[in-house]
């Protein structure tokens, strides 16, 4: 060890302690594409200035990077969502042919419940799908333990391993003990030129193949003696006979508070299974359980053992689980009658998704709205601009899918709106260039709409390839999303600013019926990065305004109905909040009244947002 320090404890998040692990392990190169619940594992490992870390442009080239370290015998690790690793998929599959030289851990959040994401996905398959050792933390020290572990794992049988979180292990925070805590020394790099191993072509794959099978053999003997398994007797008296349950996790929180009268085998590598362990723990109990959070992975290997597994009445397959749920189970084990699952608190009042007070993209979907278009949207917080008023977006599938479904609706001779794709600029630079060049290269005529914020907002506003910084504060090139698309062949580009209505109205107008491929670039900074700026406060004359509803359309927080006693919303006069206002003065365009303007003392209530 080297840079040793005093700090042997700390309250560390999951996300943070797989921080702390990769420079303990003397991790050289981080790559990630931010994504909840993964997004902090990079932000954490920047700050060990030891470490390379890069926000590369999508999850793909995230883990080839990490490879390309790994072929240079470095230690490296990839960050992702879970529907970050479909997009990595394919050099996941093959480096796991090819093996690691330097060892490489990927991090895969899943996101049982869907807090953030367009689908429940449980990427423990995909480890058993590529053949790769996956592991399970159930908590912050576990993060820690097994990120150290799977490191040595990685570069004892040259493969690739897989760490999965969700998002209460990535988020919930607990005492991690780090042990006299510094950074592995690197040790002398080295690569050697080895085609039979690392180039892929059928004739070596086949061999490779084979290797890997073989490695999966090493792997289930060295899963049987691994420390990480544990059985744990139960902490309460049984009445209903000997009762096991095989858990992983954070399932496995949930089964120690909530059943305590079980006896449990807790997997900390779900892949490949300790086989002879389980068999064993089997042989030992009365009943045997499975409980996970999300699919049966668990489950249908020991089914496929041979081994009787009791299912539960009330599934728990579906979202993510909780202590709740398992009091269900907990009834059903001990013979109880089965409480029922408390519902939600349901007299809080209900926070409906809205974009944020000034957000420029308001102005692009309102123009939407009033052209009737059918849009065809991506994975961003401009996702909101689907809901009620502005109902501005039809769709929403992956990162980068809008410009491909834009493409194949009009080229299905679709007779409907007028056709629109929108996509922010972090979206664009992950996964929407090819889609684009795709539309250009096959004639099509739709027109692309980038919502260029500056930033990769949904995610808490990190660097991008357009924002001229990486993820280590240096300064870099800018890429321009209007270069990019001229690169490409689209011969018309416009650049508009949003919070000009009319002429985003107008230029709107004008690409959508254009009959030839067109670029839109919506340019304004995300309105929570300009809180240095000073901005009016707008409000409402009263005598002035005539209750039209014109200014609600925008679907503004900052405007607030005046007469909550009023039954007709459409007779309702309005109010704008000086809390929420950020004085973007889309409301006051609309206005046909001029009920909306500067006050009179609006020198004196300029403040600078915070």
């Known amino acids: 060890m080297s840079n040793m320090s005093s700090v ?13 692990a990769a420079y303990a392990s ?15 594992i990079l932000e954490n490992i920047a700050q060990f200035r030891d470490i390379y870390c890069e926000w590369s442009v999508n999850e793909k080239v995230a ?53 953030s994401s367009q689908n429940e996905q449980d990427n423990r398959a995909l480890a058993k799908f590529a053949r790769i050792p996956l592991l399970e933390p159930a908590d912050s020290q576990e993060c820690f333990d097994m990120v150290c572990a799977a490191y040595e794992i990685s570069e004892q049988f040259e493969l690739p391993v897989l760490i999965r979180t969700t998002t209460r292990i990535s988020h919930s925070s607990s005492i991690v003990e780090l042990g006299v805590f510094g950074r592995r020394s690197r040790g002398d790099l080295h690569y050697t030129k080895d085609i039979a ?12 193949r084979l290797a890997l099978e073989a490695k999966l053999e090493e792997l289930r003997a060295f899963s049987q003696e691994f420390a990480m398994h544990r059985i744990e007797p139960p902490t309460c008296e049984s009445h209903t006979g000997k009762i096991g349950v095989i858990t992983s996790g954070v399932a496995y929180q949930y089964v120690k508070e909530e059943l305590p009268t079980v006896w449990i085998l ?8 300790p086989e002879q362990k389980i068999r064993d723990f089997a042989a030992s109990v009365d009943r045997l359980y499975v409980v996970e959070e999300g699919d049966p992975f668990i489950e249908e290997q020991v089914l496929a053992m041979g081994l009787h597994v009791e299912q539960p009445k009330v599934s728990l397959r579906i979202g993510e689980l909780n202590p709740d749920r398992l009091k269900v189970l907990a009834d059903e084990i001990n013979g109880r009658e089965p409480r029922p699952v408390p519902s939600p608190v349901s007299d809080i009042p209900a926070r409906p ?20 278009a059918t849009v065809l949207g991506d994975i961003g917080c401009y996702s909101l601009g689907a809901f009620e008023p502005l109902y501005a977006m039809d769709s929403i599938v992956c990162m980068g899918a809008s410009i491909g479904n834009a493409h194949g609706m009009q080229k299905a001779d679709y007779k409907g709106e007028r056709i629109a794709a929108v996509i922010g600029d972090s979206t664009f630079f992950h996964s929407g260039i090819t889609g684009l060049l795709n539309t250009v290269y096959n004639k099509g005529t739709s027109t692309v709409i980038v919502l260029d914020n500056r930033t990769t907002a949904m995610t ?34 416009v650049t508009v600013d949003p919070y000009d209505l009319e002429t985003t109205y107008k230029t709107l107008k004008e690409e959508l019926d254009r009959e030839e491929p067109s670029v839109v670039v919506s340019r304004r900074e995300c309105i929570l990065r300009c809180r240095t700026q000073t901005r009016c406060v ?11 509803g014109a200014c609600l359309r925008l679907g503004c927080p900052a405007i607030e109905i005046a007469d909550t006693y009023q039954i007709d919303a459409r007779r309702r006069k309005v109010r704008i909040n000086p809390v929420l206002c950020v004085g973007c003065r889309m409301c006051e365009q609309v206005c046909k009244f001029k009920a909306i303007n500067e006050p009179p003392n609006a020198k004196q209530i300029q403040r600078r947002i915070k």
């Open 197 to 208: 191993r690392t180039v892929m072509v059928p004739m070596f794959a086949r061999q490779r």
């Open 538 to 548: 707008l409000s409402v004359d009263e005598t002035l305004c005539k209750a039209c």
């Open 63 to 115: 883990l080839e990077v990490a490879i390309g370290a790994s072929f240079a015998g470095a230690r490296a690790l990839a960050a992702m969502k879970h529907v970050g690793l479909n997009v990595a998929l394919d050099p996941l599959v093959t480096f796991a042919y090819i093996g690691a030289t330097g060892g490489l851990v990927i991090v895969s959040a899943d996101d049982p419940g869907m807090h």
């Open 26 to 40: 003397g991790v050289q190169l981080a790559a990630a594409y931010p994504g909840t619940p993964s997004t902090e």
């Open 266 to 273: 807790k997997l900390g590598m779900s892949f490949p299974l």
């Open 353 to 372: 998704p809205v974009l944020c007070p000034g957000c420029a993209h308001r102005g692009v979907f309102y123009a939407l709205n009033r052209l009737k």
């Open 460 to 493: 808490g506003h990190q660097d991008h390839p357009g924002t001229g910084r990486t993820l280590m504060g240096e300064e870099t090139v800018e890429a321009s999303v209007e270069d990019i698309a001229r690169g490409v062949g689209v011969r018309h580009v």
């Open 8 to 20: 042997d404890r700390k309250v560390l998040s999951g996300n943070e302690a797989i921080a702390h």
